[in-house]
């Protein structure tokens, strides 16, 4: 991970440790981020389709607490969506968003015109 990113990323939860039950859990550990979200605490950990990307899953037993997440961060609060698999509400988040790269292009480079002189 970007360390940039990373010291963002803890000086954004140290301040939302103060005031929301929540922790931050890396791909690892996402048993223990579910067990936590079960109980009603707020887990973070890194999203496993988009890392890349720096985006991270937010799951909680708790609406209300997710809710008090977003309303901290200003997030719409209709990016909550329930789980299908467990008992828990969840959402994607991309803290720090970067600027999309460019694109690749492909096929051939355009020929280069031909100067008469």
């Not at 887990?43 to 997710?66: C, D, G, M, Q, W």
């Not at 997440?69 to 209709?78: A, I, Q, V, W």
Request: proline share 7%; net charge positive; hydrophobic share 35%.
């Amino acid at each position: 991970m970007n360390n940039e990113i990373y010291s963002k990323l803890n000086q954004l939860m140290a301040s939302l440790q103060k005031e929301l039950p929540i922790k931050f859990f890396n791909l690892t550990q996402i048993p223990e981020a579910v067990s936590w979200a079960e109980t009603g605490g707020i887990s973070v950990h890194e999203n496993f389709y988009t890392r890349r990307r720096f985006s991270y899953h937010v799951i909680s037993a708790s609406k209300e607490n997710l809710e008090a997440f977003c309303h901290k961060l200003g997030l719409p609060k209709d990016k909550i969506k329930a789980s299908e698999f467990y008992r828990f509400w969840h959402l994607t988040w991309t803290p720090f968003s970067s600027e999309p790269k460019p694109k690749r292009r492909r096929g051939r480079p355009p020929k280069k015109a031909i100067s008469q002189g």
